[in-house]
Structures are given as structure tokens and as C-alpha cells.
């Protein structure tokens, strides 16, 4: 089971740029599918990004798609998001969260499919 820590949350004016890194312990790191999801203040968890393990496939949230950038290097543990033009509605909580090997019949877009999650960074975006 691997062990993951976001980083690279902040504050930011709107329209900026951030790059959230979720560093992951574990030597088949690869294998796995990771997702980002965003927590606001009296709202739900919700799914912004994921990418499949090996194969690399992504998928987004249609109200970050087009601004946001999910990828990972596994020769470092890590996946980033990448966002940009940033807007005070994206401000939450951001975590990542992971699971081996899915089989495609798993919605990754939904909480439920991963095992293991990150603490948290926030994001804050000031208008």
C-alpha cells in the first residue's frame, strides 16, 4: 500500500497558476490510477482529475477541463496537477488519492473507487 503527501497548494489571485505534486512511497507506483479531488467549505468531495496507471489515460472534471493538466512521472513517485487560469471557485481543499490496478470497469471519477488518500493542501484564489 503506498503513502501519498500533496504539496504545492497556496494562495493565488485569480487567473493565475499553481502545480499540486502528490508524492507517493511504494516501488510500483506505476501500476496505479490517481486521482485528484477538491473539497470546499460546506460542499462535497468532488472530482477534478485522474490518470490510469501504465497506459496514462486521463479524464477531468468538465469545469476544470481545458485548465487544468493531470500527469505523472513515475521514475519519481509523483503526479502533478497542473492549474491554470485559476478562479475563486476553485478554492477547496485538494487531495489526491490512489489505487492499484484498476480494472476499466472502475469509474475514477468517483471517490469510492480509491483506497488511499492524501491529507490535503489548500488552494485558495482571491479575486
Known amino acids: 500500500q503506498v503513502q501519498l503527501v500533496e504539496s504545492g497548494g497556496g494562495l493565488v489571485q485569480a487567473g493565475g497558476s499553481l502545480r499540486l505534486s502528490c508524492a507517493a512511497s511504494?516501488?510500483?507506483?506505476?501500476?496505479?490510477?490517481v486521482g485528484w479531488f477538491r473539497q470546499a467549505p460546506g460542499k462535497e468531495r468532488e472530482f477534478v482529475a485522474a490518470v490510469r496507471g501504465t497506459v496514462g489515460i486521463t479524464y477531468y472534471a468538465d469545469s476544470v477541463k481545458g485548465r487544468f493538466t493531470i500527469s505523472r512521472d513515475n521514475a519519481k513517485n509523483t503526479v502533478y496537477l497542473q492549474m491554470t487560469g485559476l478562479k475563486p471557485e476553485d478554492t477547496a481543499v485538494y487531495y489526491c488519492a490512489a489505487r492499484r490496478t484498476p480494472d476499466w470497469s472502475t469509474n475514477l471519477r468517483t471517490s469510492s473507487a480509491y483506497d488511499t488518500w492524501g491529507p490535503g493542501t489548500q488552494v485558495t484564489v482571491s479575486s
Open positions: 511504494g516501488r510500483t507506483f506505476s501500476t496505479y490510477a
